[in-house]
């Protein structure tokens, strides 16, 4: 997935990589519009600060060693990996879960695909899909065809489906999506 990392004379002057107290660190983002500090261990990784310290479970761990995508979230508008990215590199950083994409109530696009083409099945896998599926869309200007769709959630596991649901989600989303930026514009 892609992530810019911030260089570490970033880091240090935002105050992620100067440790306080008992060899935690101070970080401070925006996650789902709403702005959240805490100090914590350093070594800590963004996949445990959302679920344990924010209760924000929709984020889940599948493996640990960023094959599976169940963690995907977005960091500063790009789909990232949550279980192999230190939260001390997120200072600073706009952080969007799954449970951010709806809005007033209403579904995302995505989200609402997803259900209405049952592209889910355990829905383990789902919220990392969904994030990746809304990057993909976003990167690609939503002009995608299946290879492409396959191609770009790649890195995104499900062990219960053939991925058809899924790709015909991700193309009813792509297609809700550029629907709701033209009667945006």
Same mark, same amino acid.
């Given at each position: ?11 240090? =002057? ?10 935690? !660190?101070? !970080?401070?983002? $925006? ?15 963004? !996949? ?10 929709? $984020? ?8 599976? =995508? ?13 279980? $192999? ?11 969007? $879960? ?6 007033? =109530? ?63 989600? !991700? ?7 550029? =629907? ?6």
């Amino acid at each position: 997935m892609f992530f810019r990392k911030k260089s570490a004379e970033s880091a240090a =002057g935002s105050g992620a990589a100067s440790g306080q107290g008992n060899g935690g !660190v101070h !970080v401070s983002m $925006t996650v789902n519009g709403k702005a959240v500090a805490a100090e914590i261990d350093p070594r800590m990784l963004l !996949v445990q600060f959302l679920r344990e310290h924010l209760r924000l479970t929709g $984020t889940h761990v599948g493996c640990d060693t960023s094959q599976c =995508g169940a963690c995907v979230v977005h960091v500063d508008g790009r789909a990232a990996k949550s279980c $192999t990215l230190l939260a001390a590199t997120c200072d600073g950083s706009k952080v969007t $879960t799954i449970e951010g994409l709806a809005q007033d =109530g209403k579904l995302h696009p995505m989200q609402e695909a997803f259900r209405q083409h049952h592209g889910l099945q355990c829905g383990f896998c789902t919220p990392g899909m969904i994030m990746s599926a809304v990057d993909l869309v976003q990167r690609s200007g939503g002009k995608l065809d299946e290879h492409a769709i396959r191609d770009g959630l790649e890195g995104n596991l499900c062990r219960c489906t053939g991925y058809h649901n899924i790709v015909a989600a !991700v193309t009813a989303g792509a297609a809700n999506m550029a =629907g709701m930026r033209q009667a945006a514009e």
